[in-house]
């Protein structure tokens, strides 16, 4: 476990400093990245002020919601981008899988280490600005067990994106290519976590409840923390079950990843 | 001697599908798929002894890549038995493979973006490489395989043959002793080949390492393998010395002439004209059917020469003709199925 860690650790080491190669070049990727990331909240709070609210929430009530899915997604894309299935696959199809397997270390770890991407930093800083933004705007409603929380959401967050990302990845070892309709859960998924969820209509709520436990991760714990109304009448206490689904989750995509790299093969050219 | 690759009746199967097409198709496809069964290794045995260097060819299909996969534990056989250095390659691969090195002459092992010295260091600490080990392994490819060159250049900014040399020193650096190459000299020009071939011969000569090598260029088996394994339709249709094949199945030569005058036909017995250009008339024939002191003897009886030459079939086109007539397969099978 230790030297595991360790190689770990060199690998992410390595990729870092070789990304850092040209400093200049790094820096304007991850400001641009920012950018263009933080356009899109600009141009929707642009448009919300023209309305005051959505669903009963105010422009800094759903930059939390927008604020922490953002910074969560880009925490969790920096550290597991190897299991990015739009990467993963075509790294199947070409054998790249099969030189991990030739080399005598944990697969996981291998594919964990496999692509860190830095530049992700980009997203990570967007989403904190919007979550610091929302901050200052909802203050008044904290508690120090709300501000502890909040943590507490981000890794549930990491861990309930990196589940998706791994179970896309596993997927590809029977389609050898990235199924498209993954998307609409990674990606639709985070998508649909940034907005207060009551305003979706019933089947895509229904969706990310049962299908993709999305609402869990977000929903529930904004009403508590933000004091909103909830028009779900779900009960309080679903807006602790973050932490408690997330690494279900989480525990549940590893096992499939086991499963589906102890019954990978190679084809046969 | 006991032998480190103990491979014994090795069947791998696969099944092809046949999908329907179009919208419906895709959903008949999850009900009803029809499938061919391949059998793309068919009961093969062989043993490698340890030292030996031994190359493994066949036309494209036969079944090298899914043998040297069964072997290197990507793939899960059929049926039949493997064992290589003492593991069942595809059951314990963690441990198995910290003592074999392999190349795939398609693929790189190295990170692409990272600085191949990058690479190499991060091999080092996947197989624990001890560092007096490590270094005067590096220090000794460094040198043989001009290394320092492109030490600290990305590994996708390589050409073929600089990345071949790379990989081969990555598969090397933590002593295995037994090492797979498929394919390391594909695509490569002919000054770059030979450096590998070099190479690999010094691995094994050297060394003592154990290599089994796949490979469509004849001129690598001439080069480097007195043992020679052809594989044709997932059956091992030939495993012996090379010098035994080609002088069993070659033995064909050619006897270019060069007449001081037309003629139309210029005819000879025992002999099959190839080409026959103008003046100019290339004849072929067998080794053990006639000499060619024979049929120069004969060709100057009703003829005039104004020049000739004697050639031997190059070794590359002996064993494709070997392949194209399967002259081994049906040999074999007949030997080993007597009823048929």
């Given amino acids: 476990m230790k030297r595991s860690l360790s190689l770990l650790a060199k690998l992410l080491k390595i990729q870092v400093r070789s990304q850092l190669q040209y400093p200049t070049s790094f820096i304007l990727e991850v400001l641009s990245s920012l950018l263009i990331q933080g356009f899109f909240f600009v141009a929707f709070g642009l448009t919300l002020i023209r309305f005051d609210q959505i669903g009963g929430w105010n422009l800094g009530e759903v930059a939390f919601v927008w604020g922490i899915t953002e910074f969560s997604f880009g925490i969790m894309d920096m550290f597991f981008s190897g299991f990015d299935y739009d990467s993963f696959g075509p790294m199947v199809r070409r054998g790249g899988f099969d030189q991990l397997l030739l080399r005598p270390v944990n697969i996981t770890l291998q594919v964990l280490g496999s692509r860190f991407v830095l530049r992700r930093l980009g997203r990570i800083a967007e989403g904190l600005v919007i979550l610091i933004f929302s901050i200052i705007q909802i203050h008044a409603s904290l508690s120090i067990v709300k501000v502890l929380y909040i943590p507490v959401l981000v890794i549930s967050q990491v861990l309930f994106f990196s589940s998706l990302f791994i179970i896309g990845a596993t997927t590809t070892f029977w389609t050898m290519d990235r199924l498209e309709i993954l998307n609409v859960f990674t990606y639709g998924g985070g998508e649909v976590m940034s907005y207060p969820m009551h305003i979706f209509p019933r089947s895509i709520r229904l969706i990310f409840t049962f299908i993709v436990p999305a609402i869990f991760l ?51 050219s | 001697m006991s032998s480190i690759i103990h491979v014994q009746d ?67 056989p059929t049926s039949g038995e493997v064992r290589v250095n003492g593991y069942i390659p595809w059951k314990e691969r963690k441990t198995y493979v910290k003592h074999i090195g392999a190349v795939f002459g398609q693929r790189t092992t190295l990170w692409w973006d990272l600085p191949l010295s990058d690479s190499l260091t991060l091999l080092q600490h996947i197989y624990e490489i001890p560092d007096p080990l490590y270094k005067k392994n590096l220090a000794m490819f460094r040198e043989i395989l001009e290394l320092d060159a492109f030490m600290n250049t990305p590994v996708r900014s390589l050409s073929l043959g600089q990345r071949m040399r790379a ?85 064909r030569r050619f006897l270019s002439v060069q007449f001081a005058e037309i003629y139309p036909e210029p005819v000879l017995e025992n002999a099959d004209i190839i080409k026959m250009e103008g003046n100019n008339v290339v004849y072929s024939f067998m080794r053990d059917t006639v000499s060619a002191s024979h049929l120069i003897h004969k060709l100057s009886e009703s003829y005039r020469i104004a020049d000739l030459e004697v050639n031997d079939q190059p070794i590359e086109d002996t064993i494709r003709e070997i392949y194209e007539k399967q002259l081994l397969y049906n040999h074999n099978h007949d030997k080993k199925n007597p009823a048929s």
């Fill in chain 2, 10 to 76: 090795l069947v791998k199967t696969f099944k092809i599908y046949h999908d329907h097409k179009g919208y419906l198709g895709a959903i008949r496809n999850l009900f009803d798929r029809k499938y061919d069964l391949v059998h793309a290794v068919d009961q093969i045995n062989f043993d490698i002894h340890p030292g030996e260097l031994v190359g493994y060819i066949g036309p494209n299909g036969a079944g090298k890549s899914t043998t040297i996969k069964m072997l290197t534990g990507l793939l899960v």
């Fill in chain 2, 167 to 251: 990989d081969l020193c990555a598969a090397m650096l933590h002593d295995p002793k037994l090492v797979f190459l498929d394919e390391p000299t594909i695509g490569l020009d002919v000054v770059a080949k030979e450096r590998i071939r070099e190479f690999i011969q010094f691995i094994n000569r050297e060394r003592g390492t154990t290599i089994l090598l796949t490979t469509h260029d004849i001129a690598d088996v001439a080069k480097l393998c007195e043992r020679v394994m052809i594989i044709d339709h997932g059956k091992i249709v030939f495993d012996g010395k090379l010098d035994h094949l080609l002088r069993t199945y070659g033995g």
């Fill in chain 1, 218 to 268: 977000s929903y529930y714990p904004a009403v508590y923390i933000l004091n909103k109304p909830n028009p779900l009448g779900s009960p309080a206490f679903f807006a602790f079950l973050a932490p408690f689904i997330s690494a279900f989750m989480f525990l549940l995509a590893l096992r499939f990843w086991r499963f589906g790299v102890k019954n990978y093969q190679s084809t046969g």
